[in-house]
């Protein structure tokens, strides 16, 4: 465990229009006269005027200038980073947007080698909520935890890097045919035959109005790649009907759906499991068998959204009943919890 007290934090400050490809830092490391350099930067990949409608998608990259390996680790309270934006001209702010956090599961580390990179692509719709024109300052955030690795692949203490950068984006007015257009090359990208090519093209296309995109994002569902089939299940549950039903309980089709597609399942079901709540039980019946235990505990969730004060409560209960054994405790607890929702708790 890090003790707190050997934590050291540097801010880096890009400024707006930035063009420097890095920025380099020299800091002392736990009390030792020590280089920590660490080069990092969020860089908007195409022109800056960009649909109201259409994806913002910002790249961040970091790079280890160490001469040895490090433990890399987004730290803060959500382990994410963070975006920020206002108008010029009248100080319009954009509003937060609540992300989709499905599964959970432990915070990853990246190890990177002295000279590599990891970037990752991060679309700020996904944080703001971008739907007037005019032109934003976005001030993007992100808090780096570096372990470095010491002799015999020993961990050191870590330091906290703060990367703090504005960026400018034009928004220009809604435009049916530009987005048509948009979403035309975004399907080519959903069949073409690089795996980061589709699954981008598809969580791209979870921004574009939901009748331009429902077509592409349908065909995304017969995809060989699970995280493909996953983001276009949680790009078509933006609407509740019994058509969305039908299509996202497409991706359980098939010897093996996938752990990431069957997990999004799962969740988008908890939002519009109601609009048709037999097939959606049906299929919630068979993901409480799920091998992964996060699977069997947000289809439990979802019974609860779906079932609770309907007609299919009561037969529900000896199923969740059987969960109840589960040989995962947070299963165990959200069984206890969905027995009490569908009026059967002790």
């Known amino acids: 465990m890090i003790d707190i007290n050997l934590r050291k934090t540097l801010f880096l400050i890009l400024p707006i229009g930035c063009c420097m490809p890095f920025l380099t830092v020299n800091m002392s490391l736990a009390g030792q006269d020590a280089p920590a350099p660490l080069e990092s930067q969020f860089v908007l990949p195409r022109a800056d005027l960009y649909l109201r ?16 390996p490090i433990i890399l680790e987004f730290g803060g309270v959500e382990h994410d980073f963070s975006f920020a934006a206002d108008r010029k001209g009248d100080n319009y702010v954009a509003e937060p947007c609540e992300k989709s956090r499905p599964g959970g599961g432990l915070t990853p580390l990246y190890r990177l080698e002295p000279g590599e990179t990891l970037c990752k692509r991060i679309i700020i719709n996904n944080y703001l909520s971008l739907k007037e024109p005019g032109d934003y ?15 015999r692949d020993v961990r050191e203490e870590g330091i906290e890097f703060r990367v703090s950068q504005e960026l400018h984006v034009r928004l220009r007015p809604y435009n049916k045919e530009s987005v048509e257009n948009d979403a035309k090359e975004l399907g080519v990208l959903v069949g073409g035959p690089e795996p980061s090519s589709r699954r981008d093209a598809v969580e791209r296309l979870r921004f574009v109005e939901p009748s331009i995109a429902r077509p592409y994002l349908v065909s995304a569902l017969s995809s060989d790649d699970d995280l493909v089939r996953a983001s276009a299940v949680e790009a078509l549950s933006r609407s509740e009907d019994k058509e969305s039903v039908h299509v996202i309980l497409r991706a359980l089709e098939g010897a093996d759906s996938g ?31 799920d091998k992964l235990s996060h699977t069997r505990s947000a289809a439990l969730k979802a019974i ?37 929702a569908l009026g059967h708790g002790e």
């Open 53 to 68: 409608g259409a994806p913002v998608v910002v790249n961040f990259t970091t790079c280890n200038a160490y001469d040895q």
């Open 259 to 289: 752990s990431t597609t069957r997990l999004a399942v799962a969740n988008a079901l908890r939002r519009i499991g109601r609009g048709d709540i037999a097939a959606s039980v049906a299929a919630l019946r068979i993901l409480l068998n």
């Open 137 to 151: 300052r976005v001030l993007c955030r992100v808090l780096l935890v570096v372990d470095r690795i010491g002799q």
């Open 304 to 340: 609860v959204d779906v079932a609770a004060d309907t007609e299919y409560a009561e037969g529900l209960t000896e199923d969740v009943k059987r969960m109840t054994s589960d040989p995962n405790r947070t299963v165990r607890k959200r069984a206890a919890e969905a027995l009490s």
